[in-house]
């Protein structure tokens, strides 16, 4: 069995490709990221938005956040440094996202970035997210 989303409705598969759930607003065609949920859905279609994109901006992560609203299990002590950035999805939307890469130093706007599902360990388990990295 697989690993539960760490959100409903926050990504899809189809066939071998993962696509992040984004919303275009009824009335003007703004496109947003996450779909959102609530009263406000009803103003929303929901797209499937495209797995690959640019990096726009990024930046690294060299100390555990503190908690809440990080939602990891590390310790100061076993805390890994991570890339955060923006990956600008074409005709879309910009979204933030963990960027998976071993070299911090290789990455630079304007890089090709796909779409990636990613185990994320947090307090109460595990579940599945997304980051994008680096195309190949």
Do not use: C
């Amino acid at each position: 069995m697989g690993l539960a989303p760490i959100a409903e409705g926050l990504f899809e598969v189809v066939g071998d490709t993962p696509h992040l759930i984004g919303g275009r607003r009824k009335s003007d065609g703004r496109m947003v990221f996450p779909l959102p949920t609530g009263p406000e859905a009803a103003n929303f279609d929901a797209v499937r938005l495209a797995p690959e994109g640019k990096l726009w901006s990024f930046t690294v992560q060299r100390f555990r956040p503190k908690s809440p609203p990080y939602a990891g299990v590390e310790s100061e002590a076993d805390f890994k440094p991570y890339a955060l950035g923006y990956v600008e999805l074409p005709g879309q939307v910009i979204v933030e996202s963990r960027i998976e890469t071993d070299d911090f130093a290789a990455l630079k706007i304007g890089a090709p970035m796909r779409l990636k599902l990613v185990p994320f360990k947090k307090t109460d388990g595990e579940a599945l997210s997304y980051a994008f990295a680096p195309a190949a």
